[in-house]
């Protein structure tokens, strides 16, 4: 097996070796991919090779990710992997959530029950290895909240010494709190996400620090098994559509790459449709991809949501996931701050709670079945990002009738739960719970 990092940009395609310290293509400047020849190709031995390590209490074994790792084969030795056990998310049927979408049935692949509560632990622990590989002391990241998370905690436990970029007021304290408690350095700068994203990769060449965003090919690599391991779950039966939120759209880039690995490797008959939802203020990916001219993404200069996860003006990755949605003949919309909160309620409804950004999805799904882009027998799988504890102000303004949008517009608790101040009277109680 050779592993390179390769340029994505199909007029360059240049080469190079997989322990260079590169984000993008040196020769064009287009983004980079991990890229292998030599794929195992007997199917049916890996997914039963795959089924006998979930009994196996060996370390990478029990590893949602690792236990994949034929499909990430970038490392020429496993003794510097750091597992916090991540992967091994649910598949859960939501039957309200699917009549909300207009769905006859709708499962939801969580990936808030990792261990920093989301996706990111997939892509953290193949960059941080990545890292140790290379024999860094210091890794960064630029964060609206989850990536902090699961960087501080995977650095931390390699032994890394954690530096994070936050946009000043602008992050979720559910997030934050996790960053400092993994004993992550912090800082807090006074700009935006995508300005503080340039201003971290010059400190990291001059400093030697490794930057792992999502701009980095090793963490698309580990949030490629998340459709691994969604496969696995499905006896390797696609659905129809894979529905997904989109920020820096490093998931759409790893969703899609995944599957056409497995189409490559024999392990799927065919790709799943990728529909990608943004929010309303910071939709940029959708605007271009209902654009006609597609060569060039507009930045938003000043993305707003309340979805903090998704609220991203300018997505690094958003070559990688056009192409992706493009080849799967997916998908681009975008919603409201209404629907987003309204979609939330509703997947609460079903036990199942997530984070504002996850929510997206249920209100694209609602949107795109309405016009009939979706069809109701359709076999559709939404990906929940993220923990509902990560933005636990959130849910309890919205439920109260606090919630405001950024432009000051007021969020109605259409499907509000508002907690009741009662007497300490038996009778008082007993008759208003008759």
Not at 172 to 177: C, I, P, T, V
Not at 231 to 244: A, E, G, S
Not at 324 to 331: F, I, L
Not at 354 to 372: D, Q, V
């Amino acid at each position: 097996m050779l592993a390179e990092l390769v340029c994505f940009e199909s007029q360059c395609r240049a080469r190079y070796g997989i322990t260079e310290v590169l984000y993008n293509c040196p020769r064009c400047g287009g983004l980079l991919e991990a890229g292998y020849s030599g794929w195992e190709r007997d199917a049916g031995a890996l997914k039963k090779l795959w089924r006998e390590r979930r009994l196996n209490n060996a370390p990478l074994d029990q590893s949602g990710v690792w236990r994949y790792r034929e499909c990430i084969p970038f490392l020429d030795s496993y003794d510097r992997v750091v597992s916090l056990r991540e992967g091994n998310t649910p598949l859960l049927d939501a039957p309200r959530a699917a009549a909300y979408g207009g769905l006859d049935r709708l499962l939801f692949k969580h990936q808030g029950f990792n261990p920093s509560g989301s996706f990111k632990d997939n892509g953290m622990t193949c960059g941080v290895a990545q890292a140790l590989r290379l024999g860094m002391t210091r890794v960064a990241c630029v964060s609206t909240g989850n990536t902090s998370a699961s960087m501080a905690a995977y650095a931390s436990a390699a032994g890394l010494q954690p530096i994070i970029f936050i946009p000043h007021g602008n992050i979720s304290y559910g997030k934050l709190a996790q960053a400092l408690e993994y004993g992550a350095r912090t800082l807090q700068v006074e700009a935006n996400f995508d300005q503080i994203l340039a201003l971290v990769r010059a400190l990291a060449e001059r400093l030697g620090i490794y930057l792992l965003n999502s701009i980095n090919p090793f963490r698309i690599e580990g949030q490629k098994t998340i459709m691994v391991e969604l496969m696995d779950q499905r006896d390797w039966n696609p659905p129809d559509w894979i529905v997904l939120p989109g920020g820096n759209l490093g998931n759409t880039s790893a969703f899609g790459k995944a599957l056409r690995e497995m189409l490559e490797m024999g392990l799927i008959p065919r790709s799943p449709r990728l529909a990608v939802v943004q929010a309303e203020g910071s939709a940029p990916f959708y605007d271009l991809a209902h654009s006609a001219d597609q060569s060039a993404l507009r930045p938003v200069t000043k993305p707003e949501t309340l979805a903090t996860a998704i609220r991203i003006g300018d997505p690094i990755s958003w070559p990688k996931a056009l192409h992706e949605v493009r080849s799967s003949g997916g998908v681009v919309e975008k919603v409201s701050e209404q629907e987003i909160a309204d979609a939330k309620a509703q997947i609460g409804l079903c036990g199942i709670g997530c984070e504002p950004a996850s929510a997206a999805t249920l209100a694209g799904i609602r949107k795109l079945t309405a016009a009939g882009v979706i069809r109701r027998g359709d076999d559709v799988v939404a990906v929940l990002t993220g923990n509902l504890l990560k933005d636990p102000d959130y849910i309890y303004r919205y439920h109260t009738g606090e919630l405001t949008a950024p432009g000051g517009d007021k969020i109605q608790p259409t499907y509000g739960n508002h907690p009741l101040v009662v007497p300490n009277d038996p009778d008082r109680i007993a008759a208003l719970l008759a």
